[in-house]
């Protein structure tokens, strides 16, 4: 009986050890691959974020007066209450117009390497005067955005204080630069895949580890990896097999429509994966709803793997684990209109 007793407590203890050295190797791994959130905002190149100017961007983000309907505000298609995103396959523009792509969320875009699915925009300044300009989203001319502001009485006050010293502080450019540095606030730190990272190997189930270790080994992490778990670089959608014609039309061409180089044909930023079970539907198309089906997809697509029910399940459930704390932003009381303000269009 002792001897017995002693044999169950040595493999009790060589099975203990080599489930913590198991952790400790994929703790290393995860570690090599990917980074956490910070808690606090970055800082943006050559645009200092203040209170003031952080005050200003969120109430510019909010208010649809900036569209030529005054209809349509950033929020609309990058709802923070829906993950920085808007719920729909491709968002609603000026005149009822759909927009061509699925719209990204704004939630830590401050940490990809370019914007938009097709990289056109190299921050967030650019990606933010983009929309605003674009006849088929928020359809206001250029020159007509300062002019929409400035017949605002009350914004002026607010640029002025968040561009003191300029003459003329109501410009298109300094709306960008607003509007980054509140966008530059959207982070969602504080994830179980972000605990993780930090130590605490508590904070992912069972089986979220599981889909961890297969999304490494599997190779998803060759395109999905940084702090983003994404955003950092560009790759073909069907590198191993092209997927199926509604989610890669043939008439979107990806970043070849940017660079007219050939080998960008059906190129696209690879998303980040942060918040993505919030995100659905999936895909530039947007004609994904279920996240399963999504991973299910990108395995033969991508690495050339016919996933097993099981693999995809707790891939997916590793996927849950990078939904951070959402951004609590209080809506803002905007500037009123006058009688002198440009009038929306129809």
């Not at 005149?95 to 938009?116: I, S, Y």
């Not at 991508?302 to 990078?322: C, N, R």
């Amino acid at each position: 009986m002792a001897r017995s007793l002693a044999a169950a407590f040595i493999i009790a203890a060589l099975t203990a050890a080599s489930a913590s050295s198991a952790q400790t190797d994929l703790t290393t791994k995860a570690r090599q691959l990917f980074k956490p959130i910070p808690s606090t905002p970055p800082s943006l190149p050559g645009n200092q974020a203040t209170p003031a100017k952080v005050l200003l961007g969120k109430m510019l983000f909010f208010d649809p007066r900036l569209s030529a309907s005054h209809a349509i505000s950033c929020n609309s298609c990058h709802n923070i209450g829906l993950g920085g995103a808007d719920a729909e396959s491709t968002s609603i523009g000026h005149r009822w117009q759909r927009g061509g792509r699925n719209a990204p969320t704004v939630l830590n875009a401050v940490f990809n390497k370019t914007e938009f699915w097709d990289g056109r925009a190299k921050d967030l300044e650019q990606q933010a005067g983009g929309p605003i300009v674009n006849p088929v989203e928020m359809g206001s001319p250029a020159p007509h955005v300062a002019e929409q502001l400035k017949g605002i009485p009350g914004y002026l006050k607010y640029f002025s204080k968040a561009f003191p010293g300029e003459a003329n502080p109501i410009t298109l450019t300094n709306v960008e630069k607003a509007i980054a540095v509140f966008e530059a606030t959207l982070i969602t730190p504080k994830a179980p895949f972000d605990q993780f990272l930090e130590g605490n190997s508590n904070a992912l189930s069972a089986n979220q580890k599981e889909g961890l270790a297969l999304f490494i080994d599997k190779g998803c992490s060759s395109c999905h990896n940084g702090i983003n778990v994404g955003g950092g670089m560009y790759a073909p959608f069907g590198v191993v097999e092209k997927p199926a014609g509604e989610l890669l039309p043939a008439n979107d061409k990806g970043r070849f429509m940017v660079t007219k180089t050939p080998s960008d044909e059906y190129v696209f930023k690879v998303p980040t994966l942060r918040n993505i079970a919030l995100t659905a539907p999936y895909f530039h198309t947007g004609q994904v709803w279920d996240l399963r089906e999504a991973v299910a997809i990108m395995g033969t697509s991508q690495i050339g793997a016919q996933l097993t029910k099981d693999e995809i399940s707790k891939i997916t459930s590793f996927l849950e684990s990078l939904t951070g704390e959402q951004p609590k932003v209080t809506y803002p009381i905007l500037p009123a209109s006058s009688a002198a303000t440009p009038r929306p269009q129809p």
